[in-house]
Nanobody
């Protein structure tokens, strides 16, 4: 069982930055691939970025070059650094964990956090 708690969301102007954190419980954090997803009002939840157990990363095309995912296994935490934010990045951001290989499909992920709101004003 893994419990995930996101933090770091908030209101920021377009062009600004935020860093999201996701703290995981348990002693097996390093054995999970981690993903960040987001869901805007009226839209489906979508993959944003993911990091494998070995540290390899994968990004949704619209955020590549602006967002960076990283993990600190000693702190059981995964981060999402978001730069050059745009109003269309506004959404609730969720982190998720899977014991399987890194992927972009929601159904791969067994554990989810409660989400943190990111609002980007124009």
């Amino acid at each position: 069982q893994v419990q995930l708690v996101e933090s770091g969301g908030g209101l920021v102007q377009a062009g600004g930055s935020l860093r999201l954190s996701c703290a995981a419980s348990g002693r097996t954090f390093s054995s999970y691939a981690m993903g960040w997803f987001r869901q805007a009002p009226g839209k489906e939840r979508e993959f944003v970025a993911g990091i494998s157990r070995s540290g390899g990363s994968h990004y949704y095309a619209d955020v590549k070059g602006r967002f960076t995912i990283s993990r600190d296994n000693a702190k059981n935490t995964v981060y999402l650094q978001m730069n050059s934010l745009k109003p269309e990045d506004t959404a609730v951001y969720y982190c998720a964990a899977t014991p399987k290989a890194l992927g972009t499909t929601l159904s791969l992920y067994d554990y989810w956090g409660q989400g943190t709101q990111v609002t980007v004003s124009s």
